[in-house]
């Protein structure tokens, strides 16, 4: 008897955490994305209708509510496609950049080429392909397949050069294309004075799972774009540390002895300073 009423509070609890924790996960993904606003507005409408038909008591509006949410899992496969793959993207994703050490050196060639297009004030576009294929994405370009440092960043890059227009792609070490016309963005809300080069970054961020560099022509300034996000106006530091903490996985512990010896560490150092400082010299 006893248990019988335990399975049926621990069941619904479980059911009702996993669908709350997938769809957390689900809208963390598709935050900042074209589908973000679509799926809000859509949120709207339907709680608006859902609030006239049942406080009315309208029964044809209820019925065609319910109707509808019958077929709204082919509905949403069909609108929101690219937001579905993005997720699957995410949930699969793997380092594309080989080891620690090749994923720091491959940020610092793109640091040294942004400090130096960004002080000869050269305009540039660099994507970073991870889990999704930018090829599939972008409308032209040009196959290069080198590899990638300094000094091709800003031979490709500079004015009056037959590929400088557009966007490189780069995956691991390597370029793969050059002068991509990647697709722009088409919110509302940005600022008028975010030029072709920025809103092409924020685009190409809002469809794929890319991080996107870009340094601007008129002003020097770096910027980055991830997940439909623009950061503007950032330093080399600044840039170091947002591609470090996207490429770079962080190791954690597997196993239970690993996590208690590591939580032990992290725990033995920050008491460390603290008992030195507690005693002068």
Not at 75 to 95: D, N, T, Y
Not at 129 to 135: A, G, V, Y
Not at 136 to 161: H, K, Q, R, Y
């Amino acid at each position: 008897m006893l248990w019988n009423q335990l399975s049926q509070i621990w069941r619904p609890a479980i059911e009702i955490t996993i669908l709350a924790v997938g769809f957390y996960y689900a809208l963390v993904l598709i935050r900042g994305t074209r589908g973000w606003a679509v799926i809000t507005g859509f949120l709207i409408l339907l709680l608006a209708l859902t609030l006239i038909s049942t406080g009315l008591n309208l029964q044809v509006l209820t019925w065609i509510l319910r109707t509808f949410l019958a077929f709204s899992v082919v509905a949403v496969l069909v609108l929101f496609q690219p937001e579905m793959r993005h997720i699957l993207a995410e949930l699969g994703h793997r380092p594309l950049l080989g080891t620690a050490r090749e994923q720091r050196e491959n940020i610092e060639v793109i640091i040294q080429a942004a400090s130096r297009l960004s002080e000869m004030r050269i305009g540039a576009l660099i994507a970073f392909e991870r889990s999704i294929q930018l090829q599939e994405v972008v409308e032209s370009g040009l196959v290069v397949d080198c590899e990638a440092t300094p000094e091709m960043l800003e031979t490709i890059f500079f004015p009056n050069n037959a590929i400088h227009d557009g966007g490189v792609i780069i995956r691991a070490n390597r370029i793969l294309y050059a002068a991509c016309i990647f697709p722009l963005t088409q919110r509302q809300n940005l600022q008028k004075s975010l030029g072709t080069r920025h809103r092409a970054a924020i685009g190409l961020s809002e469809e794929t799972d890319a991080v996107v560099v870009a340094v601007s022509e008129e002003t020097g300034a770096i910027s980055h774009a991830f997940r439909g996000q623009l950061v503007r106006g950032v330093s080399i530091e600044e840039l170091r540390a947002f591609l470090t903490s996207i490429f770079i996985q962080r190791s954690t512990p597997r196993t239970l002895a690993e996590w208690f010896r590591h939580w032990w560490r992290s725990r033995w150092r920050r008491r460390a300073p603290a008992e030195a400082s507690s005693h002068p010299r």
